[in-house]
């Protein structure tokens, strides 16, 4: 498994998305060996690179919901074979610096996609920030790729899966599309609060589904938003119920598109205080405290 770490807008989201060829491919159940969220996965013949989130790898250290995701991570992480450190061309920040020190303390073997190149116009200059990024962490590969444009993705494809380990897939490549639908469901409106929020984003947010009523040409579901403040439930909301607004048309396109059939979709913002202090609501959302 490869597990992804990259600050916020360099591209990570792209990039899987990219490599899996799909937009979202999800399986029907999460593995009994791992705790990961699995954003894809690619199958080869040899091999399969299945991408996941490695709780530890992705949060600030805070409060109980880290110390209980640490946990999980420091088991979880023996499942993962390698990191995909993913950094944008001509952009390197403090973030990234974050990125990579957790990166490293995964002790696994660490590969970095330098991507969006197709933004750098002189050629000339990817050498030196190639051989730049080399002299940050003795990474095992470098590959430079442009997920928007699709460069390179197959050599990256081809890095990764030297990594992977020989064996059974994980997932029988048949069922990599079978959805769990409330999974679904609310990973595509976690997807969009993500992507509108960015930085804004409340730490402890959770997405759940409440209602789903499925029938042959219609999809009914109501997603509910946790959030732990009424401030942050103001943002999600955003003014005049904007954000909330387009979050939800947008979450509707994507998963119309998906299902291929008509979706209606409600969404609710509700406060439940402190849910990430609380070792109960962590078990009702899959954390084992
Ligand atoms: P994440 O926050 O790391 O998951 O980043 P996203 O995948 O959401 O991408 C952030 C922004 O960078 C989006 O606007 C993407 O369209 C854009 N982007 C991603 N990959 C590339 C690339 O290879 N080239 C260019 N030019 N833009 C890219």
Redo the contacts with the bound molecule.
């Keep these: 498994m490869t597990t992804v770490v990259?600050r916020?807008?360099?591209?990570?989201?792209?990039?899987v998305n990219a490599l899996v060829g799909q937009k979202v491919s999800i399986v029907s159940r999460r593995p009994q060996t791992t705790r990961h969220r699995i954003h894809g996965v690619r199958n080869r013949d040899d091999v399969q690179i299945v991408f996941v989130d490695t709780p530890g790898l992705h949060e600030r250290e805070q409060r109980e919901l880290n110390r209980v995701l640490n946990r999980a991570a420091t088991g979880a992480i023996e499942g993962v074979d390698v990191v995909l450190h993913?950094v944008e061309s001509g952009q390197w920040r403090s973030d990234d610096d974050l990125a990579l020190a957790r990166a490293k303390a995964s002790g696994l073997p660490v590969v970095a996609a330098l991507?969006?190149v197709?933004?750098q116009a002189d050629k000339s200059k990817l050498l030196p920030e190639l051989a730049a990024l080399g002299a940050r962490h003795d990474y095992a590969d470098i590959v430079p790729?442009?997920?928007?444009?699709g460069d390179n993705l197959d050599k990256l494809a081809d890095v990764l899966a030297g990594f992977m380990p020989e064996g059974p897939a994980l997932f029988p490549p048949d069922q990599v599309q079978g959805h769990d639908l409330a999974f679904t469901i609310a990973e595509c409106v976690r997807e969009k609060l993500t992507?509108m929020l960015h930085q804004e984003l409340p730490y402890a947010l959770s997405v759940g589904v409440e209602m789903l009523e499925d029938s042959e040409g219609l999809l009914r579901t109501r997603a509910v938003i946790w959030v732990e403040r009424e401030a942050q439930k103001k943002i999600v909301i955003g003014a005049g119920g904007e954000t909330a607004k387009r979050v939800g048309t947008s979450a509707r396109r994507e998963l119309e598109r998906q299902l291929g059939k008509k979706v209606y979709l409600q969404t609710h913002v509700r406060v439940r205080a402190n849910w990430s202090d609380d070792p109960a609501a962590l078990r009702a959302l899959g954390y084992e405290g």
């Design positions: 990259g916020p807008n360099v591209g990570k989201s792209s990039l993913v991507n969006k197709d933004r790729v442009s997920a928007t444009h992507r």
